[in-house]
């Protein structure tokens, strides 16, 4: 785009912990650079729930691993991109950082909870020692004092008999339990930023919305800002202050929660917003968006969404479309709003 997207409203009283700007990851292969992210700008602010949303390949998870230096060969954070962390008084960038910085700040001052528990936890350890290790790794403290942290996590995001569970194994448990210990390992450290990558999938409605309850409900109790990657725009609707829609590997659209659901202005935005099932959609079937995102090696000149937009022009096809601010720092990338301008609508 020649123009990219950044969200820039900035919430009142609230300090800036993350600057994302000019991100681009490529994973080289033999036919070619796969653009997983192209030019992604966003800012982070403290006690703030930033929702990344879009389809499976737009480059959200690909993002979240940049942040924590988990990009590795044949993947490739590109020169100019920038990642600059400024929690606890710091002030690096991730991007250019060493092993040393990041793994002083990975799973200390940031840290992620992995979309599926069952492979993120190791099978031939107890629970509690996996989380321990973390908590030792980053603070000098006894192994009394880590196992009696740990086992006070675990009750905190409502594991029952929690020092019974801190013996455990990860194959002993529920999906949804493997998910709460995600989550307290990473809040071992009591974290500046969560990153948590579809902390729901796989879980019945039931513990899915106990998830999302003890999410917000740390995020208010520690002050943990959360970045949330999701496809499932209930959840945003439930949890997030601002959203940035990801469409092949860049933000399209940029606002706050509640604009955004509201009124919707890329055709991406509105195509996902009217394929959610509804009480008025029951007994029918739901709208789709017709055709493919397009292959990141071989991404066209123009819209990456052109072939898929039933408001396609001739120059979304021949070129990236321009960057157009309404109010309160919603933005969107889209031909459309650029007549509109120029006509005065």
Same mark, same amino acid.
Not at 105 to 124: A, C, D, K, W
Not at 181 to 205: F, G, Q, R
Not at 253 to 282: R, W
């Given at each position: 785009?020649?123009?990219?997207?950044?969200?820039?409203?900035?919430?009142?009283?609230?300090?800036?912990?993350?600057?994302?700007?000019?991100?681009?990851?490529?994973?080289?292969?033999?036919?070619?650079?796969?653009?997983?992210?192209?030019?992604?700008?966003?800012?982070?602010?403290?006690?703030?729930?930033?929702?990344?949303?879009?389809?499976?390949?737009?480059?959200?998870?690909?993002?979240?691993?940049?942040?924590?230096?988990?990009?590795?060969?044949?993947?490739?954070?590109?020169?100019?991109?920038?990642?600059?962390?400024?929690?606890?008084?710091?002030?690096?960038?991730?991007?250019? =950082?060493? $092993?040393?910085? &990041? *793994?002083?700040?990975?799973?200390?001052?940031?840290?992620?909870?992995?979309? /599926?528990?069952? @492979? #993120?936890?190791?099978?031939?350890?107890?629970?509690?020692?996996?989380?321990?290790?973390?908590?030792?790794?980053?603070?000098?403290?006894?192994?009394?004092?880590?196992?009696?942290?740990?086992?006070?996590?675990?009750?905190?995001?409502?594991?029952?008999?929690?020092?019974?569970?801190?013996?455990?194994?990860?194959?002993?448990?529920?999906?949804?339990?493997?998910?709460?210990?995600?989550?307290?390992?990473?809040?071992?450290?009591?974290?500046?930023?969560?990153?948590?990558?579809?902390?729901?999938? =796989?879980? $019945?409605?039931? &513990? *899915?919305?106990?998830?999302?309850?003890?999410?917000?409900?740390?995020?208010? /109790?520690?002050? @943990? #800002?959360?970045?949330?990657?999701?496809?499932?725009?209930?959840?945003?609707?439930?949890?997030?202050?601002?959203?940035?829609?990801?469409?092949?590997?860049?933000?399209?659209?940029?606002?706050?929660?509640?604009?955004?659901?509201?009124?919707?202005?890329?055709?991406?935005?509105?195509?996902?917003?009217?394929?959610?099932?509804?009480?008025?959609?029951?007994?029918?079937?739901?709208?789709?968006?017709?055709?493919?995102?397009?292959?990141?090696?071989?991404?066209?000149?123009?819209?990456?969404?052109?072939?898929?937009?039933?408001?396609?022009?001739?120059?979304?096809?021949?070129?990236?479309?321009?960057?157009?601010?309404?109010?309160?720092?919603?933005?969107?990338?889209?031909?459309?709003?650029?007549?509109?301008?120029?006509?005065?609508?």
């Amino acid at each position: 785009m020649s123009e990219e997207i950044k969200n820039t409203a900035e919430p009142k009283a609230n300090n800036k912990i993350l600057e994302v700007d000019n991100l681009r990851v490529y994973f080289h292969t033999k036919k070619g650079d796969s653009k997983a992210v192209d030019g992604n700008h966003f800012d982070m602010y403290e006690n703030q729930t930033l929702a990344i949303v879009g389809e499976s390949g737009c480059g959200k998870s690909v993002t979240a691993m940049s942040i924590l230096g988990l990009v590795s060969e044949p993947g490739e954070i590109m020169p100019g991109s920038k990642i600059l962390y400024t929690g606890n008084g710091k002030n690096v960038d991730l991007a250019k =950082a060493s $092993d040393a910085e &990041i *793994q002083d700040i990975r799973g200390n001052e940031i840290s992620m909870i992995f979309q /599926e528990p069952m @492979t #993120s936890l190791n099978p031939v350890f107890t629970v509690g020692e996996q989380i321990m290790e973390n908590i030792r790794i980053h603070e000098d403290i006894s192994d009394e004092e880590a196992k009696a942290r740990t086992i006070k996590l675990l009750g905190q995001v409502g594991i029952s008999r929690p020092d019974e569970v801190f013996n455990n194994y990860p194959f002993q448990m529920s999906g949804g339990m493997n998910q709460r210990v995600m989550i307290a390992m990473a809040l071992s450290c009591s974290p500046k930023l969560l990153i948590a990558d579809e902390p729901t999938t =796989a879980l $019945d409605v039931t &513990i *899915q919305a106990q998830i999302l309850m003890l999410m917000n409900q740390l995020k208010n /109790e520690l002050g @943990t #800002s959360i970045m949330l990657i999701t496809h499932d725009l209930g959840v945003v609707a439930q949890v997030a202050d601002w959203v940035n829609v990801m469409y092949a590997g860049k933000v399209v659209e940029t606002a706050d929660v509640q604009t955004l659901f509201k009124n919707p202005k890329h055709p991406y935005t509105i195509g996902l917003m009217s394929s959610m099932p509804s009480l008025a959609t029951e007994g029918s079937r739901l709208n789709v968006i017709e055709g493919t995102v397009p292959n990141p090696v071989y991404l066209p000149k123009g819209c990456y969404f052109a072939d898929r937009c039933k408001h396609c022009m001739q120059k979304c096809l021949e070129s990236q479309p321009p960057v157009v601010e309404f109010e309160n720092g919603h933005k969107a990338a889209c031909f459309l709003y650029e007549e509109a301008e120029q006509k005065g609508e």
